[in-house]
């Protein structure tokens, strides 16, 4: 089955504590994306990536981090520098194209909810 | 699960009416525009999506019509299922922003049986 997959599903953070949240693909897409949700509001953006190896800032990147090693992987680190953290957290990606999809269409996986102990 | 949004407005139809959801666009110079659904708890899914150079686009039980002239946006749902019940997204995009997309805040639909 190819999907997009984020893990865990619920994270607790501790005071000072980084924490990872995981997000793979295996659409063979080439750009993943990194979406902050709160109640109320709108998908905001926090950082992106068009190419392995290289990612951008968001809107609201402060307090995060990410890498991209590899094609299939686009891992978030929240830091103990994100003073609000608690927050559904989104990854998506960008399909290459089909005659019946275009391509700036994006994906998402089934989302990671951060709490803060 | 856990809520989508608090405060988003909200659409209440009748099991088998058809729906419709509005979205306003801010940029003008949009080149396409996606439609999202999300039931609680989940990631969005996408429904389907339009460009800038049609009026009209459908799929399986939706419609989506695009009025560049006033910058809206609707999805038509037809013959509505308790299954549709969720959050509904609009987004959109520019060709030249590398596949940034812009989100609505969303629109909660419920169908009453």
């Known amino acids: 089955d190819g999907g997009i997959t984020q893990s865990p599903k619920y994270l607790f953070r501790k005071e000072g504590q980084n924490v990872t949240l995981s997000c793979e693909q295996n659409?063979?897409?080439?750009?993943m994306y990194w979406y902050r949700q709160d109640p109320g509001q709108g998908l905001r953006l926090i950082y992106y990536?068009?190419?392995?190896?290289?990612?951008q800032k968001g809107d609201i990147a402060e307090g995060y981090s990410v890498s991209r090693e590899k094609k299939e992987s686009f891992p978030l680190t929240v830091t103990s520098a994100q003073k609000n953290p608690t927050a559904f957290y989104l990854c998506?990606?960008?399909?290459?194209?089909?005659?019946?999809?275009?391509?700036?269409?994006?994906?998402f996986g089934p989302g990671t909810r951060l709490l803060v102990l | 699960g856990e809520s989508v949004g608090l405060h988003l407005p909200t659409l209440s139809v009748q099991e088998g009416d058809n729906s419709i959801i509005n979205c306003a666009y801010s940029?003008?110079?949009?080149?396409?525009f996606i439609w999202y659904k999300q039931e609680s708890g989940k990631g969005p899914q996408f429904i389907i999506d339009?460009?800038?150079?049609?009026d009209k686009r459908q799929g399986q039980r939706v419609t989506v019509l695009l009025n560049k002239t006033v910058k809206h946006l609707s999805l038509q749902i037809a013959a509505t299922q308790p299954g549709d019940s969720a959050v509904y997204f609009c987004?959109?995009?520019?060709?030249?922003?590398?596949?940034?997309?812009?989100f609505g805040g969303g629109t909660r639909l419920m169908v009453k049986p």
């Open positions: 998506a990606s960008s399909t290459s194209g089909t005659l019946d999809v275009f391509q700036e269409t994006q994906y």
């Open positions: 990536s068009q190419i392995v190896n290289d990612f």
């Open positions: 987004a959109e995009g520019l060709n030249n922003a590398g596949n940034m997309l812009t």
């Open positions: 339009i460009r800038s150079n049609m």
């Open positions: 940029n003008s110079a949009s080149d396409y």
């Open positions: 659409l063979n897409h080439d750009a």
